[in-house]
């Protein structure tokens, strides 16, 4: 009986205290956490006796005797525990860490720090450690001094490199970083996307571009053959939007490795998408010039037309240069046509007929090549038939616009391109007076996924529920209607005739800023561009608080901009954009443009 009982009772003792070496470790990780640091102290104190070979206990405890100001007490415990042990070093460090927190120990630290520098030296292994350790203090200065020397005596390998690198970004000195980084990158041959987030989220003031742009040339002078270092000064080109730079070094590359264009080819759609396209055409130019040997013909010679038109298209241009792009556009649409890569060029062409030479028939002609070619991508299809659509809006061919955009709506339901037929689709309800369907597509498309669709189906919807009279008189709702048709097929004169008529026959309608916009469109399509100005000016004067006080801006900006060279002016009018409409779906084009001419 007495021997059960003793088994019984050396178990019940055993696991008692642990339960109470347990307890004592949570109330001390609370207090710790808590930052109540005299109390815990005092249990750590305990728990650091009773398990002398527990870490976390003997870390807390130094911590908690330094937070309390007993730097004395710690360095004491510390150096009784450094003699029980054959390799002292971490123990020196953290002497060396706890004098550094007191200012009058400051000099007593950096003493400390050079004997264990000089003892070290000669030793990678234990080199690299106390680099280690003295980082795990936040001890950062005599970690980077210590793999300096590692560096000075053991040459500079890849692993003493990364660690700098690391550290000099910790302290805030991003230029030394990146100088590490680059190092890292010619002795290990790193490709620049390794890097590329490291860049992304450190240099970001055009001091620091600036300071790695020089830094780069001298190591690109150094060494030539490491293309991944050019690949990074194109980076910091394109992050300043610094362009026409990101091109030459772009080219460079491609020259000196006869690749076949397809970096230039990626920098002019990254140019296309950022508006600059004088720069995109620099880009595909290049790359058509590669002929057979460029990476695909084909698509660059779209890109390379579509940039031209787009060029044209903005700008002041001559009877001439139209009829020349018109005869290049031809040849490639004819002898590679119908083909993803010539519908652009054949949409371009569609927009000419009905725009410039008033022929939507041709519009129509070209276009159902593409429609009637059922071998072309579904989506390329799809993309081909809301064209269609739009040129069979232009040739009054109501009924066929809506089947095609029924067709897209239904195959791509639930994608972008579907919701782009729908709102077509809206319109052209709008355009019949079919108001009530009209608002009920439009209210669908509202959380569109493509901003641009939901932005217009907001300001048509808006426009209906608006310019309903209360005694639902749909009269000058209807003329403004047969105004955006007209407007839609070209027909200016019938359109500014229904404008004009709402205008007249309803003065002071809530119509009046719709009507504006629409007649200063018709002016700049008719090339009228200081009577496009003059309205635009007027709607954005009489109401800058409407909904579409921001379409104005952007049109009459880009107006400025573009067709009348007029820098201060449009700069003026980006200003506006940004100070007063911040909410505007135009206003990260209204801030690229404004710093784009602004020089910054």
């Known amino acids: ?139 950062n200065d005599f970690a980077i001094k210590l793999l300096q020397d590692g560096e000075n005596i053991f040459g500079s390998t890849s692993d003493i490199t990364n660690r700098l690198a690391n550290l000099y970004l910790t302290n805030g000195q991003r230029i030394k970083a990146m100088e590490r980084y680059l190092t890292l990158m010619i002795q290990s041959n790193i490709p620049f996307e390794q890097f590329k987030q490291v860049f992304e989220s450190n240099i970001t003031d055009s001091a620091d571009f600036v300071a790695l742009q020089q830094l780069l040339i001298v190591k690109i002078q150094e060494n030539p053959n490491v293309y991944s270092l050019n690949e990074w000064l194109k980076w910091s080109f394109i992050k300043q939007q610094d362009w026409n730079n990101a091109y030459i070094f772009t080219k460079a590359i491609d020259s000196k490795l006869n690749e076949d264009g397809k970096r230039l080819f990626d920098l002019g759609i990254l140019c296309t998408s950022n508006n600059e396209l004088d720069i995109a055409l620099k880009c595909f130019d290049y790359c058509v ?130 919701q782009q037929a729908k709102f077509y689709r809206a319109e052209l309800s709008f355009f019949r007076g079919d108001y009530d369907w009209a608002s009920m597509q439009l209210d669908v498309l509202k959380d569109a996924t493509t901003q641009l669709i939901s932005n217009d189906a907001m300001e048509l919807a808006l426009c209906i529920t608006d310019n309903v009279g209360t005694d639902s008189n749909y009269t ?84 400025y901009q573009y067709k009348m060279k007029n820098s201060d002016k449009a700069i003026q009018t980006y200003k506006k954009i940004i100070e007063n409409h911040s909410n505007s779906i135009f206003i990260t084009e209204a801030r690229k443009e404004y710093r784009k001419l602004r020089g910054f």
């Open 289 to 418: 010039k590669l002929g057979q040997n460029s990476h695909d013909p084909n698509l660059v010679m779209s890109f390379y037309l579509n940039t031209k038109f787009q060029i044209l298209s903005k700008s002041v241009t001559s009877t001439e240069e139209w009829n020349q792009l018109i005869l290049e556009l031809t040849k490639f649409e004819s002898e590679n046509g119908p083909s993803s890569e010539t519908l652009p060029i054949a949409q371009n062409l569609s927009a000419i007929y009905i725009q410039r030479k008033n022929n939507p028939t041709e519009a129509v002609n070209m276009l159902q090549k593409y429609v009637n070619n059922a071998s072309l991508d579904k989506k390329v299809l799809a993309n081909a038939k809301i064209s269609l659509a739009k040129a069979e809006i232009a040739n009054n061919e109501m009924w066929k616009s809506e089947l095609l955009l029924a067709q897209v709506e239904k195959d791509f339901s639930e994608e972008a391109l579907g």
């Open 1 to 139: 009986m007495q021997l059960k009982f003793y088994i019984l009772f050396v178990p019940l003792i055993f696991w008692a205290n642990i339960a109470t070496s347990q307890n004592k470790s949570d109330l001390a990780n609370n207090l710790f956490e808590q930052n109540e640091y005299e109390k815990a102290t005092i249990i750590y104190e305990d728990l650091t006796s009773e398990n002398p070979d527990q870490q976390i206990f003997y870390d807390r405890y130094i911590q908690c005797l330094v937070k309390t100001n007993n730097q004395k007490k710690a360095i004491k415990f510390i150096r009784k525990k450094a003699k029980k042990q054959s390799e002292p070093l971490s123990f020196m460090v953290d002497e060396c860490w706890v004098l550094s927190t007191d200012k009058s120990t400051e000099n007593e630290s950096k003493k400390l720090f050079d004997f264990i520098r000089e003892k070290i030296k000669n030793d990678y292994g234990t080199l690299m450690l106390a680099a280690d350790l003295f980082e795990q203090h936040n001890l």
């Open 476 to 559: 000058p709702l209807q003329l403004y209607s047969k105004a955006l048709l007209f407007q839609r097929q070209n027909r200016f004169d019938s359109a500014i005739f229904y404008a004009e008529k709402v205008r007249n026959d309803f003065q002071g309608h809530s119509l009046t800023d719709e009507i504006l916009l629409l007649k200063a469109r018709i002016y700049e399509s008719q090339e009228n561009y200081q009577k496009a100005i003059d309205t635009y000016e007027t709607l954005t004067i009489a109401f800058s608080h409407d909904i579409l006080a921001d379409n104005a801006l952007i049109a009459l900006a880009n107006l």
